[in-house]
């Protein structure tokens, strides 16, 4: 009796390679490329970027933080977020100065400007055009935040 070759390879289904659609990635990926079209008119309304928009909206919630921590909050490295802060600070939104007690540090402060464009921003809301009920939306928005957090840590787990 002979024994099986050890090259042999058994028999497989074909498989059939996945279709884009089936990448959840690519749904997050298009879902953020439908979210920038629909903001791009309100946003350029108030002449700004989603980006420049996402920290103003941060320091309204916190004003006076550091460079680094609006970064950790934004999930914005520093050398991608200091760009957009001195157009900001261009534009007479904010303003950016060493830290008194860490001069390492760099903070970032709302100017009256910055302060008066969240009245005029008050009026955006995309809730209604994403399409979802009250309910579902948050189910949504809580899904999406705990698949980036977990995301995160897997990479992290990595590194």
Known sequence: MSRPSRTAKPA??????PKLSDFLCFAIYSANLAFGKAYKPILDELGLTYTQY???IALWEEDNQTVSG??????LESNTLTPILKKLEAMGYLNRERDAVDER??????????????EKALDINLADACGLGDEEFVKVQNAVATLRDNLIKATRART
Do not use: D, N, S, Y
């Open 105 to 118: 540090q760099v903070r970032v402060g709302l100017t009256e400007a910055g302060r008066r464009l969240r």
């Open 54 to 56: 996402i920290a103003v």
């Open 12 to 17: 497989q289904a074909t498989v059939a390679a």
């Open 70 to 75: 609006l970064g950790e909050k934004l999930f």
